[in-house]
C-alpha cells in the first residue's frame, strides 16, 4: 500500500477476538458470557495512547453453523467493546469473517489463514501492514499476520499452548511468542 492523497500510513495491531480479547468460550453466542481476558483492556488502552490503530479481525463460523446470526454477533461486540471502554480502551474497527466452506460453501479470502480482513482493513483505515503486527492464540491467526505482510506474536491464552509446536515449526512461523496479550503487547512496544 502506498501514501495516497497526502495522508500519512499509520501502524496497527491486528487482534483475534477469541482467546485474545475476550476468554475462549465455542461458538460464542451469548453475550452475558464475554468475559476479557485478564490484561486485556489496560493493554489495548497501550496501544491506542502509543498511536497504533487497533482492530479485531475474527472468524464467525457459527454464523455459518446457525449456531448464532449477526445481529447476535453485534451484541457480543457490544459486550465486549463496553468492558474495553471501562479500561478506556478504544477498538478502531472489527472485522469478521461469517463463513465456513463446510456450512455454507462460501470460499473466501476474508477467513483466516487468508489474509483478507487484514488487508481490507489496512485499505480501509489507511494501515502501513510493515509497521503493524497480528496478535492471536491460533496458527491461522499468525498465517493471516504473516501472508498480509505484519509480524506476529502467537500469544498462549485460549488455543496459543497448544498451537504453539505448530506454529514455532512452519514456514509461517509467528515473529515471538507470549504468555498473554499484556505480555505480547510489552514486547511489541519495546520492539
Known amino acids: 500500500m502506498s501514501e495516497s492523497a497526502g495522508m500519512k500510513l499509520q501502524p496497527a495491531v491486528f487482534l483475534d477476538r477469541d482467546g485474545t480479547v475476550i476468554e475462549e468460550v465455542d461458538y460464542l453466542s451469548d453475550p452475558s458470557l464475554v468475559r476479557l481476558v485478564p490484561g486485556s483492556g489496560p493493554a489495548i488502552k497501550r496501544l491506542n495512547d502509543a498511536g497504533y490503530c487497533v482492530v479485531i479481525a475474527t472468524n464467525q463460523s457459527g454464523i455459518a453453523r446457525g449456531m448464532l446470526d449477526e445481529a447476535t454477533l453485534e451484541l457480543i461486540h457490544a ?14 474497527l472489527i472485522e469478521f469473517c461469517p463463513h465456513h466452506p463446510e456450512y455454507d460453501g462460501v470460499e473466501t479470502h476474508r477467513r483466516k489463514p487468508e489474509p483478507g480482513m487484514l488487508l481490507e482493513a489496512a485499505e480501509l483505515l489507511n494501515i502501513e501492514l510493515e509497521r503493524s503486527w497480528m496478535i492471536g492464540d491460533a496458527f491461522r491467526d499468525i498465517q493471516a499476520g504473516v501472508r498480509a505482510g505484519a509480524r506476529t506474536i502467537l500469544v498462549e491464552t485460549g488455543k496459543g499452548a497448544r498451537e504453539r509446536a505448530t506454529a514455532e515449526a512452519s514456514t509461517e512461523a509467528p515473529d ?16
Open 79 to 92: 459486550e465486549m467493546t463496553r468492558q474495553l471502554d471501562v479500561h478506556g480502551a478504544r477498538i478502531d
Open 176 to 191: 515471538h511468542v507470549s504468555a498473554d496479550l499484556p505480555d505480547a503487547i510489552d514486547f511489541l512496544l519495546k520492539a
